[in-house]
């Protein structure tokens, strides 16, 4: 008989104890396992094409701890490098891409029916995981949100406060919202491709959606999420989705019942008593301090039982604010697990 899977029954709004807990950026360089697989492979990107090391890499936080749920090894950046932009990671540095201006650039980009031909590993490292994965956990796929993806994609790098983007907001609001909506139906033929291999449960990052505010956080956040809930709603009514509009502050209440989200993932800059408002509109993920992972301590026993107790009434996913760093300690993870589930 099946497991039945934690992650699942909060997404479907039950309340379970512990809650089923993950990880942003589980597999990644705190661990040395993946540092050696990352070796072998190259470079980031290598790794990320390389069906059989990204479904390794993608399954050994669940070996190592006991995950609910497994995140698929890619990164958002796929996505612009699959529409014909130029994408390398320089070390220490991050991401680095052809830009997006004019019209012109935009006209330069690939159809949509030519993405896969980029794409399809990850779709054969979805196949894989799934068909490793222990029938308990529960297996994400993802991708970035039309607004955070375009702020790559227009300054070619990441920046810290997205001026470039918005500059072409502004200055050529025409151009910008093309970009947006050939993101969207890149995105949503992504997230079905990911569904149809075998995800479970998709997660969207708008990383960015902190530096929109009133009437650009709806426009360029909220009803490009809408429309890619929408239209995986329509074709797979049972997968879950989780949003994150990460540092969307006050803007987080009503996002996941305006998004028709199943979950909403917050970020670690809203108190908890926030968080629990939120759970009578979906469930909520979050949001311990990443910065915790490293410094670990008392502090980090108490913040991990504080959550676990105050979000206790309603739906929710133990998780961080935002990614594991690099310089987090493995053991650090233990003992958050080990407190969370005692
Ligand atoms: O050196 C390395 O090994 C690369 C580090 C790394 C990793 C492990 C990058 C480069 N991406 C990833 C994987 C990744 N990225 C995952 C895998 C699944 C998991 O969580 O385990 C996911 C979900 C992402 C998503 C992602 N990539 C986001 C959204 C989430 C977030 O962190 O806000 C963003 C903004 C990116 C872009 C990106 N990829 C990598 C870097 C260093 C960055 C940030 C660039 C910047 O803004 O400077």
């Known amino acids: 008989m099946l497991k039945e899977k934690l992650l699942l029954k909060s997404l479907g709004g039950e309340i379970t104890s512990p809650p089923p807990v993950w990880l942003m950026r589980q597999a990644g360089r705190y661990l040395p396992e993946y540092r050696s697989t990352r070796a072998r492979a190259g470079d980031f990107l290598s790794l990320c094409y390389n069906p059989e090391l990204a479904a390794e890499v993608t399954l050994q936080p669940i070996r190592r701890f006991g995950f609910d749920a497994a995140i698929i090894f890619a990164d958002i950046l796929l996505v612009p490098q699959a529409l014909g932009v ?12 052809s830009t997006i201006s004019s019209r012109n650039d935009l006209n330069n980009l690939k159809p949509i029916d030519e993405i896969d031909s980029r794409l399809s590993p990850i779709y054969d490292t979805v196949r894989l995981v799934k068909s490793k994965l222990p029938e308990d956990v529960a297996l994400i796929g993802f991708a970035g949100a ?70 650009d956080l709806i426009n360029y956040s909220l009803k490009p999420l809408s429309k890619i809930v929408s239209a995986l709603k329509q074709s797979y009514p049972d997968i879950p989705i989780i949003v994150f509009p990460r540092g969307a502050g006050e803007m987080y209440r009503g996002f ?8 909403i993932a917050i970020d670690q800059t809203v108190p908890i ?70």
């Not at 130029?86 to 891409?97: C, I, M």
């Not at 918005?166 to 569904?195: C, G, P, S, W």
């Not at 961080?320 to 589930?341: C, F, Q």
């Open 256 to 263: 996941a019942k305006k998004t028709s989200a199943d979950a």
């Open 86 to 97: 130029d994408l390398r990671f320089v070390e220490g540095e991050g991401p680095r891409l």
């Open 146 to 215: 039309p607004w955070t993806v375009a702020t790559y994609m227009i300054a070619g790098r990441g920046t810290s406060n997205q001026a470039p983007a918005h500059d072409l907001m502004k200055n050529n609001t025409f151009v910008f919202d093309l970009l947006i909506e050939k993101i969207t139906t890149a995105t949503i033929h992504y997230l079905r491709k990911q569904i149809e291999a075998g995800a479970e449960v998709i997660k969207l990052f708008d990383s960015w959606a902190g530096s929109l505010s009133g009437q």
């Open 273 to 342: 008593s926030f968080m629990k408002n939120l759970q009578v509109e979906a469930c909520v993920q979050g949001n311990l301090d990443p910065t915790l992972m490293v410094s670990g301590g008392k502090k980090l026993v108490e913040e991990t039982k504080k959550l676990r107790d105050q979000m206790s009434e309603g739906p929710y996913i133990f998780n961080l604010g935002h990614g594991i760093t690099p310089d987090a300690d493995p053991k650090n993870v233990e003992i958050m697990l080990n407190t969370l589930r005692s």
